[in-house]
């Protein structure tokens, strides 16, 4: 239940009430920049798409997410620089902000606010996700939020949820901290939003070390901004080797594929809505779709 849409290797992003759309082009797999437009009846009719943040060499942007401060109407668009179509430990993911105050007209310059470490890819099998999968969340009040898995907490040895967050548009952001619960194996996939004042919500895969993977969904929620969070357990524990196994390709990266596109969305005031999949292993239904809500 995100509040944007996404294609592959076009990803789509789509705000209500304003409606505007940015996209990352990839041509056979190479990233070729962001693209803008916006409508201003529903969309029967859109501006022309145009070019708002150009690829550079090797490297662009992927996993832009358009957000809108609810007071102001300010369009801030978030995303990951990565270099060579993917990040790595060498070479990791940089977090990059830009805005525009007169409805996308003009833009500030990307600037880069965080960097998302990936844990070395060591063990077999690999489960699909990355650090250039962020996700970007804001409140009310326009303070912005931002959570990706990263490895710096365990100097490398697994994936963790990073939190941070910045209360003055993207110039300055909060020390970046753990929120996922300890586990053997780390969580990965990330997903926030926020609705009220400092209401915010954190979706994420938490796993455990072991031959079967097991492994849940958890929900992190914060009513003060994310100064403190309360973590529970959302979905059943499942085996992620019961995933489907995707072969690497120029477009698509290999490994269990559970679908890193989950999503929350909030529920008035108080709570907050779920969207995640699971595995199965059962014939054709090798993976199911839930919905959870909280509280």
């Known amino acids: 239940?995100?509040?944007?849409?996404?294609?592959?290797?076009?990803?789509?992003?789509?705000l209500v009430p304003l409606a505007t759309i940015a996209w990352e082009l990839a041509v056979f797999g190479a990233l070729r920049g962001t693209l803008f437009s916006i409508t201003d009846d529903a969309g029967r009719t859109w501006s022309a798409p145009r070019a708002i943040l150009r690829h550079g060499k090797r490297a662009g942007p992927e996993d832009g997410q358009i957000l809108v401060d609810p007071r102001s109407g300010r369009l801030?668009?978030?995303m990951a620089w990565v270099r060579n179509g993917a990040a790595t430990p060498a070479d990791p993911a940089s977090m990059m902000i830009m805005s525009s105050a007169d409805?996308?007209?003009h833009w500030s310059t990307a600037r880069r606010f965080g960097i998302g470490?990936?844990?070395p890819r060591r063990d077999r099998p690999l489960i699909r996700s990355s650090p250039q999968v962020p996700s970007f969340g804001i409140d009310r009040n326009g303070a912005l939020y931002a959570v990706w898995q990263d490895s710096r907490f365990s100097h490398?040895?697994?994936?963790?949820?990073?939190?941070t967050t910045s209360s003055d548009g993207g110039v300055r952001w909060s020390t970046p901290r753990k929120v996922s619960a300890p586990s053997s194996a780390g969580a990965i996939i990330p997903t926030v939003a926020a609705s009220a004042n400092g209401l915010v919500g954190i979706v994420y895969l938490q796993l455990d070390r072991g031959?079967?993977?097991?492994?849940?969904?958890?929900?992190?929620?914060?009513?003060?901004?994310?100064?403190?969070?309360?973590?529970?357990?959302?979905?059943?524990?499942?085996?992620?080797?019961?995933?489907?196994?995707?072969?690497?390709s120029l477009l698509v990266p290999g490994g269990y594929f559970l679908g890193d596109y989950l999503g929350i969305?909030?529920?008035?005031?108080?709570?907050?809505?779920a969207l995640f999949v699971t595995a199965g292993g059962a014939g054709d239904s090798e993976t199911d779709v839930f919905y959870s809500s909280r509280p």
Do not use: I
């Open 211 to 248: 031959a079967g993977m097991a492994a849940r969904y958890r929900l992190a929620t914060s009513a003060d901004g994310g100064k403190h969070f309360r973590d529970e357990a959302l979905s059943r524990t499942f085996s992620v080797a019961d995933a489907p196994e995707l072969t690497p």
């Open 117 to 119: 470490y990936p844990a």
């Open 103 to 105: 409805r996308g007209a």
């Open 265 to 273: 969305a909030p529920l008035g005031t108080a709570g907050f809505g």
């Open 76 to 78: 801030y668009l978030l």
């Open 156 to 163: 490398g040895a697994r994936d963790e949820v990073l939190f």
């Open 1 to 14: 239940m995100k509040r944007w849409l996404r294609k592959s290797p076009v990803q789509t992003f789509l």
